[in-house]
């Protein structure tokens, strides 16, 4: 069974340029994650979907981060304009349902803004 | 408001040696604990959970951990360690009536000695 699928691996940017990162996750899971991992922290969860809902946006900066779940399989997380301080990795896990009690992570996308 | 607290950012541990991880967590309602695995550019890999069964839970690569409700403790142990156990943990809990919402520790950097 294949993981969860997370591309760019590594992506450089200049600030104030946009950036995408994509998640495909494991077949059949309907509850997929983002998270933020700042250097020498644990991961902050950015946005959960249930399915093609986002059923908790709470702490997704809206002013400059978007995400998308179309059709409920893969996902897109967006950063427009990128800041300095968005320099992380930005992983992306997925469970079968809302609750299960593990969440498969993805490698991660590592962000460098210069 | 539910927090961890892991203590000490870096460990470093013989070869052979007891490796012990500390996690200390607050939750205001009983909560499903969790030890994460992140070796150098992957993902998180999960090690054991506590949800509510057994208090001594055992997991994968040898690794075990131990709910104490008194002392909100849900400590990692592993009685000898080995040079691929080199890695980072992180601590998580989750609220039993929260749907899918980590709460991830800052995490323990282990590094195993000859």
């Known amino acids: 069974e294949a993981g969860v699928v997370q591309s760019p691996r590594y992506k450089i940017i200049e600030k104030k340029q ?83 009690n593990e969440q498969f992570f993805g490698p991660g996308t590592r962000l460098t803004v210069l | 408001a539910q927090s961890v607290t892991q203590l000490g950012s870096h460990v470093s541990v013989s070869e052979g040696a007891l490796v012990l991880l500390r996690c200390n967590y607050s939750s205001s309602v009983p909560p499903y604990l969790f030890w994460y695995v992140q070796y150098p550019n992957q993902g998180l890999q999960l090690l054991l959970k506590y949800t509510s069964a057994a208090t001594l839970v055992k997991g994968i690569n040898g690794f075990e951990a131990e709910f104490k409700k008194s002392e909100t403790s849900f400590h990692l142990t592993k009685p000898s360690a080995h040079m691929s156990d080199a890695a980072e943990y992180f601590c998580a809990v989750r609220r039993t009536d929260s749907w899918g919402k980590l709460q991830f520790g800052a995490g323990t950097q282990v590094v195993v000695t000859p």
């Open chain 1, 18 to 100: 946009p950036v995408a990162f994509w998640c495909n996750p494991i077949s059949g899971h309907n509850t997929l994650y983002w998270y933020r991992q700042n250097l020498g922290q644990g991961p902050e969860l950015l946005i959960r979907y249930e399915n093609e809902e986002a059923v908790d946006d709470s702490q997704l900066p809206k002013d400059r981060f978007s995400a998308e779940r179309l059709k409920g399989v893969d996902s897109t997380l967006k950063i427009q304009p990128a800041e300095l301080g968005d320099s992380a990795v930005y992983l992306c896990a997925s469970s079968p349902t809302e609750g299960y």
